[in-house]
């Protein structure tokens, strides 16, 4: 295998680096993160990524983390789903930067809290429901003007824009609020190789025991090492 991607089922991130792989037709193998049980933070872990977060993407000698960073190196390595010049690529890696920050950043904390830790609806998720609002209208805005985020073909902005984006339901999000997100998706997912993250990365669905631990049946307010951390 030349490419091997340290993902788990439930990353929003590793499916970023994941489908990419896949839509390019790359030779990669996952290699599963038991993340829901601290797989992430041991130190064999920690030596491949000091950051402790996934995804990994090992290529040979070449060690690479941050999805943003992995897209970037694997539109540079297939020549697909690149920029046409040096300003497109700035362009690129704003959205990019937008994603991590502005719409991954929230949309994932706002999924852990609900379908995994289970807090229930709390001054935290109303304030996180505002912050993903605000980043949806931005997407939607930008996709209802053009095919894809840059134009009229897919690039990695789309790839990295819409990793959490085909859980609405785990994230409590209605497409029918952002008709232009709805299609563009569509449009994503009917690239030829565009698989769903389930069927796509190892540990789906999460064993009973975990969901349990994570959010289940313990009090919304205890606290363990699982509590500040979110896929
Ligand atoms: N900006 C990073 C975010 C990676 C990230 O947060 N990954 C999650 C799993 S989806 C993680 O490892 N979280 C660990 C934590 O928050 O402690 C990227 O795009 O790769």
């Known amino acids: 295998m030349k490419y091997k991607l340290h993902c788990f089922a439930q990353s ?38 000091e950051m402790a977060e996934v995804p990994v993407l090992e290529a040979g000698d070449l060690v690479l983390s941050q ?17 046409a010049s ?11 930067m937008f994603d991590n920050h502005k719409l991954t950043g929230s949309v994932s904390t ?4 609900r379908t995994f830790a289970k807090t229930g609806e709390t001054d935290i998720t109303r304030f996180l429901q505002g912050r993903v609002d605000r980043a949806l209208s931005v997407l939607n805005n930008r996709v209802s003007e053009s095919e894809f985020v840059i134009g009229e073909k897919p690039t990695i902005a789309d790839i990295s824009l819409c990793g959490y984006l085909y859980w609405p339901e785990e994230i ?60």
């Not at 999805?67 to 920029?83: K, N």
């Not at 706002?110 to 809290?113: A, D, N, S």
């Not at 997100?181 to 064993?207: K, S, T």
């Open 12 to 49: 929003g991130n590793a499916y970023k680096a994941a489908l990419m792989l896949n839509l390019c037709q790359a030779d990669w193998e996952p290699v599963f993160v038991d993340f829901f049980n601290g797989a992430h933070l041991t130190d064999e872990f920690r030596a491949l990524n």
């Open 67 to 83: 999805s943003g960073v992995i897209l970037d190196y694997l539109a540079d390595s297939f020549e697909q789903f690149d920029a």
């Open 86 to 96: 040096v300003p497109e690529h700035r362009e690129i890696l704003r959205w990019l």
């Open 110 to 113: 706002l999924r852990f809290m």
């Open 172 to 231: 409590g999000v209605d497409w029918s609020a952002y008709e232009g997100i709805a299609q563009w998706l569509d449009r994503i997912a009917a690239l030829p190789g565009w698989v769903h993250p389930h069927e796509l990365m190892p540990g789906h669905p999460l064993p009973e025991a975990v969901t349990d631990a994570l959010g289940g049946s313990k009090p919304a307010a205890t606290t363990d090492k699982k509590d500040d951390q979110k896929a």
